[in-house]
């Protein structure tokens, strides 16, 4: 079944504790992005990455690292989760940008 | 600046036709994605417009106008199930990934 997979669902951690979020596709898609969704202000993107090793600031890429070290991975790491990271976060894969997206089925992140 | 600007909130009623509205202001413009958000659950892609005009595909419409920078998304015959939120979201250039979403317009469809 083509899908993308996150791991967590769900998380609480507590602030300055290192995390990372998986994200898998099997669809063999190019693109892949990352998104937090907060309420009253929508999706907004964190980062993005249009092929293997090449990664790319979207409109919100402060306190968040991301890595494109093979096709099918894009995980996402908070170095030092602070509680304005609390949010919930989704995971897309397309085979282009401009393309139909398939979204991962969110992580809740809870920075105390 | 870049904005996509969309209404927060609409009610129609079952069987009903409904128009969400969407404008955008962005520097580069490719094209313009609907998605389709139920509560607590991912988005899911509806339609894609690229060139000026209307797209139809089953109930649901999508058009675009690139000089008015506006999209809209129609549903017709309105079922329950279609209680949503949608989500307009412009993408900037075909050169980049990246793409900005307005902050979803909440649908109740009401009996």
């Known amino acids: 079944e083509a899908q993308v997979t996150q791991n967590p669902r769900y998380l609480i951690t507590v602030t300055g504790k290192k995390l990372t979020v998986t994200c898998s596709q099997n669809?063999?898609?190019?693109?892949m992005s990352w998104y937090r969704q907060d309420p009253g202000l929508g999706l907004r993107q964190i980062y993005y990455s249009m092929n293997v090793e090449v990664t790319d600031k979207g409109d919100v890429p402060e306190g968040y690292k991301v890595s494109r070290k093979e096709k099918r991975n894009f995980p996402l790491i908070l170095e030092s989760p602070s509680p304005n990271q609390t949010s919930l976060y989704f995971c897309a894969s397309s085979f282009f940008g401009n393309t139909e997206a398939f979204f991962g089925q969110g992580t809740r992140l809870t920075v105390v | 600046g870049q904005n996509i600007d969309q209404p927060t909130e609409m009610t129609a009623t079952e069987g009903a036709i409904v128009q969400i509205n969407c404008t955008y202001q962005?520097?580069?413009?490719?094209?313009l994605f609907w998605y389709q958000q139920h509560a607590g659950e991912a988005p899911t892609f509806l339609s894609y417009?690229?060139?000026?005009g209307l797209e139809e595909k089953g109930r649901f419409s999508s058009f675009l106008s690139r000089s008015k920078g506006y999209s809209y998304l129609l549903l017709k015959e309105l079922q329950m199930k279609d209680s949503a939120s949608y989500l307009c979201?412009?993408?900037?250039?075909?050169?980049?990934?990246?793409?900005?979403f307005g902050q979803g317009t909440t649908l109740q469809v009401k009996p």
């Open positions: 417009n690229v060139l000026d």
């Open positions: 669809m063999n898609h190019e693109y």
């Open positions: 962005t520097s580069g413009f490719n094209g």
């Open positions: 979201a412009a993408h900037g250039s075909s050169n980049t990934g990246k793409l900005i």
